[in-house]
């Protein structure tokens, strides 16, 4: 975990409301796995205070980028962001997902809109190459699907509204996958919390190990606000553990669904 | 240049010290900054046994200011011990425990347990959490019920105490007289204001504790005006925060009449913002000519 002044290299409007945005951080990019993410201080925003959590997409050398939605005042002023200008970062952040070792499971990767860019990194470095599964509202919700393709994966889109891929929901396309028998397999997901439980439940159904990124609201995102915190098992109760620094990447079997807001 | 206050016995080398609840229990940090040059480091809430805390949305920002309702979740006396003691004991600066009870009897129980413990700095008793049902706040806002929690624990424990007070009174004077004639060797002025958020798509409360306290620049204003006032009715030193985010601010609060600051929720959002408010401080000292910091305290001039 690094704090550090990064540049903004590109800062670029990918499809409707989505941005992609690549900093110069030196000091953070190297270190990155896969999974985590950088907390990011928008210095121009002057009475919005806290700093905004975003997945790390892509590293290389020593630049990162991140895949943003503009939903708030924080991520519409970043959007508005010049190459040149600045903000401050604190990262690499948060326990990622468990890089498959060779010859080990095969991912089955989930994805839900712009959950898509957690999961790139992971897709890079597995030494195994999977299939990535990934759903949204409308075509303009599908984001880096040509990455994907460029590192060799099979990518399975999924539209509510049919204008891409089959129509349906990811959970629907990943139902119809896991009655292929297929061993050694693992699912890695990261989307919005009703698709992360309906992943979690094929899971279990399928008696499939899986790790999921929750996506909580965060403040300090070091570990000590206790602002993102979800419910996981602990004894026959169970117990807030941090999105921030405990997750955001949990084993499916260890959270309290019936407990989850 | 001198920049050590004491606050009881305790002697702090600078007047910089961290808001209980914005810190976690120091170690979460000590990546980031370097623990050993702040004032003291002064931990989440404890009380004897673990605390789940409220549920979530837990916290919400409004403009420049933050309201949690966090229902002051932790690892309860000996999971801290176990857990976070043995780094903390270790730090060149000392540590105050953030402490609380649902009952006098708790809290008396969980001074003598870091009595105990041997190495503590200070304890502070939080009397002012606006986000427990029982405890919390209630002993902050009932003069007899503070008296009484604050003599429990002073008979409880030798070690500096500090009450942290709650703004969410008519007229803090009573309160600081009441805090200071049951023992209490200093005061932290304060906790956060009752406060809520609607999102006004869904008709509902940002926070599923519906309301929450204030934290923030925006409440800096009326803490300065709350230490200058309890500076005037007692003779213990006060540590004072709300809303500082540099040097001025925390000039501001010494000036009012605090011997101590604390950053609280800056550390969220500019983990080194203490170290920042040290340095600034030196150098408006050097600035200045002025060759102790405790010229400042309570130097505001109101005459004409």
Sequence with gaps: MVEQTVQIVSNERDTDLYFRLIARAPQIAPLVQPGQFAHVRILPLREALLRRPFSIFQVSGETLSILYKTIGKGTEVLSRMRPGEELSMIGPLGHGFTVPRPKGETPLLVAGGYGMAALYLLAQRSPQKGIVLVGGRRRVDILCEEEFHALGWEVRVTTEDGSHGETGLVTQALLTELKRPTPGRKLFACGPTPMLKAVGRLAAEFDLPAELSLDEHMSCGIGVCLTCVVPIKAGDSWEYQRTCTDGPVFDSREVAWEAVE | ?304
């Design chain 2, 1 to 304: 240049m001198n920049l050590s206050v004491k606050i009881g016995a305790l002697t702090l080398q600078n007047p910089v010290t961290v808001a209980s609840g914005t810190f976690g229990y120091g170690v979460e940090y000590a990546q980031l900054i370097d623990l050993n040059q702040l004032g003291a480091v002064v931990v989440k809430g404890i009380r004897l046994e673990p605390v789940r805390g409220n549920l979530t949305p837990r916290t919400v920002e409004v403009t420049s200011g933050l309201i949690n309702a966090i229902g002051l979740q932790g690892p309860g006396v000996d999971g801290f011990i176990r857990k976070y003691w043995p780094f903390l004991k270790e730090l060149k600066v000392p540590t105050i425990i953030n402490i609380w009870g649902t009952t006098v009897v708790e809290y008396a129980e969980v001074a003598r347990r870091f009595d105990a413990l041997g190495g503590v700095g200070a304890l502070e008793l939080n009397v002012s959490c606006p986000n427990i049902k029982e405890g919390g706040a209630h002993f902050g806002t009932d003069v007899k019920l503070l008296g009484q929690v604050v003599g429990a624990c002073r008979k409880a424990t030798k070690l500096p105490l500090i009450t942290k007070m709650s703004p969410n009174v008519v007229n803090i004077t009573p309160y600081a007289k009441a805090a200071e004639a049951a023992g209490s060797d200093a005061l932290s002025i304060m906790n956060s204001f009752p406060a809520m958020a609607i999102d006004i798509e869904t008709r509902r409360p940002s926070l599923a504790n519906v309301s929450g306290g204030l934290t923030g620049p925006c409440i800096k204003p009326i803490a300065v005006k709350l230490v200058w006032e309890a500076a005037k009715a007692v003779k213990i030193p006060i540590i004072g925060m709300g809303g500082i985010q540099s040097a001025a601010d925390a000039i501001e609060f010494l000036m009012a009449g605090a011997t101590a600051v604390a950053v609280g929720t800056a550390n969220f959002y500019e983990p080194q913002t203490a170290l920042q408010v040290i340095a600034g401080l030196r150098q408006f000292m050097k600035q200045k000519g002025i060759g102790d910091v405790r010229e400042f305290i309570g130097s505001v001039q109101t005459g004409k």
